[in-house]
């Protein structure tokens, strides 16, 4: 499969415009507004309550209060309220133009510090609780976690367009048969032939995505073309479709070659985690550059015909000497 170009969709500015902002709320189930004790210190009073203190609506939960009334996101600090104490994220403050979403006020710089002391109190579970981690955290620790967590989705790894697509892996295995139209085989060892009638023009294009069942997990090899400084570059490398720890479990080895002379990779195959360019842009990869591609090629050197061999391992570990020795597919 070959692109010649990639299409990449630019986001907006991030600006919202007073007129987008929904005239309801209904993520805020009570309303609140800024009262002083003796102290001068800022607390939450309901807005039909004469008294001090945090006063919830029993229907509303204090995680619904934390989440911000235009992203529907989590709130950290800084939390920042109206005169009136409606209370916003600080990423979206700016998105509004600094005015309140629920009132229109002014929203100046007061912090909701009473919120956010209640936070701190908080323990929840993990966001991705339904797709398997039983972890529960402190409030403040729960966004690191659910950046880093293993039971986290992962996108989509084919590498010819910017498909927003994420699932965990049999639903990325068929949305790549189906939708990407990828050339699914099973076997841990390949032999794979690519053509090109103009090997000059490599900018950018990605070439092809293959995907194999191997040990009972799938693995996508690479392969593609671009620039490298001012020389074009031929490059394959392998992916593993699941987490760093577990891809560290495999080993591949890569071959390319002809006219009696041939170069050979071996490596660990980097997680899905890790962005197709990142892994691209780190070299971490069988490399080859234009030139030499031409001479395996063999003929006049007008047309690329390169082919590439590999095979898949799994490292096991000897009970005995506590070594990793390679268990080879048959």
């Known amino acids: 499969m070959e692109y010649d170009s990639i299409e990449c969709v630019s986001s907006s500015d991030g600006i919202i415009d007073e007129d987008e902002i929904p005239q309801h709320i209904n993520i805020i189930r009570s ?56 209370t916003i994220c600080s990423t979206c403050k700016a998105r509004v133009h600094n005015r309140c979403p629920t009132c229109r006020q002014e929203l100046g710089d007061i912090r909701c510090l009473a919120l956010e002391k209640v936070a701190e109190s908080l323990e929840l579970p993990c966001k991705y609780g339904s797709l398997g981690c039983p972890e529960i955290f402190p409030y403040y620790s729960k966004l690191k ?41 099973s076997g841990c060892t390949f032999n794979h032939r690519y053509v090109k009638s103009n090997p000059r023009e490599v900018e950018n294009a990605t070439w092809m995505l293959t995907v194999f069942n191997c040990f009972g997990q799938y693995f996508c090899l690479h392969f593609e073309a671009f620039q490298l400084g001012m020389a074009p570059v031929y490059m394959a490398f392998l992916r593993f479709m699941g987490d760093e720890t577990d891809a560290r479990n495999y080993s591949y080895s890569l071959e390319v070659g002809g006219n009696g002379r ?68 048959s």
């Open 31 to 86: 309303q609140f507004k800024t009262t002083h004790n003796n102290n001068n210190s800022n607390i939450l009073c309901d807005g039909n309550s004469n008294k001090g203190g945090i006063a919830i609506n029993p229907a509303t939960s204090v995680h619904e209060l934390l989440e911000c009334p235009v992203c529907t996101n989590s709130m950290y600090p800084p939390i920042h309220q109206c005169h009136n104490g409606h």
């Open 145 to 185: 976690h659910e950046s880093a967590c293993n039971f986290r989705p992962y996108n989509c790894p084919y590498a010819g367009s910017e498909c927003a697509v994420v699932g965990d892996i049999p639903y990325l295995v068929t949305h790549l048969k189906d939708d990407h139209k990828v050339d699914m085989h």
């Open 262 to 329: 041939k170069l050979i990779w071996e490596g660990t195959p980097r997680s899905i985690r890790d962005s197709h360019r990142k892994v691209r842009d780190s070299h971490d990869g069988l490399l080859i550059q234009r030139n030499m591609a031409l001479f395996f090629s063999g003929g006049d050197r007008k047309e690329l015909k390169l082919r590439v061999t590999g095979r898949i391992w799994k490292e096991q570990q000897n009970p005995d000497e506590g070594a990793c020795i390679p268990n080879l597919c």
